[in-house]
């Protein structure tokens, strides 16, 4: 199981921090990610990261301003998002990934959390 946290309103160009946390045994070995999902929209990637956190990706659209990060010990991963605007309005979601890689697409996902609201406006 998954579970998000962290969401909220904020206003343009404000923070968010965005946790997910599991007590599943094996996240220490599961790629994880972050997608998001706003209304009347399909599920979009935003950032995965690998299962040690030396390899992570980035959508174009949140390049430069969210990072990722994951901390095996506690067995969470967090998105940093800065500079937000009105665009980054979504429900977030959770994602792992067997594997252990990066990924980049929803369908890539083995395992999701309930989302977390993110709402951007002034």
């Known amino acids: 199981q998954l579970e998000e946290s962290g969401g909220g309103l904020v206003q343009p160009g404000g923070s968010l921090r965005l946790s997910c946390t599991t007590s599943?045994?094996?996240?220490?070995?599961?790629?994880m990610g972050w997608f998001r999902q706003a209304p009347g929209k399909e599920r979009e990637f935003v950032s995965t990261?690998?299962?040690?956190?030396?390899?992570?990706n980035y959508a174009d659209s949140v390049k430069g301003r969210f990072t990722i990060s994951r901390d095996n010990l506690k067995k969470t991963v967090y998105l940093q998002m800065d500079s937000l605007s009105l665009a980054d309005t979504a429900d977030y979601y959770c994602?792992?990934?067997?594997?252990?890689?990066?990924?980049?697409?929803?369908?890539?996902?083995?395992?999701w959390g309930q989302g977390t609201q993110v709402t951007v406006s002034s």
């Open positions: 599943g045994r094996f996240f220490n070995n599961y790629g």
């Open positions: 990261i690998d299962w040690s956190g030396s390899a992570t």
């Open positions: 994602g792992a990934r067997v594997s252990g890689g990066t990924w980049h697409n929803a369908d890539g996902t083995d395992y």
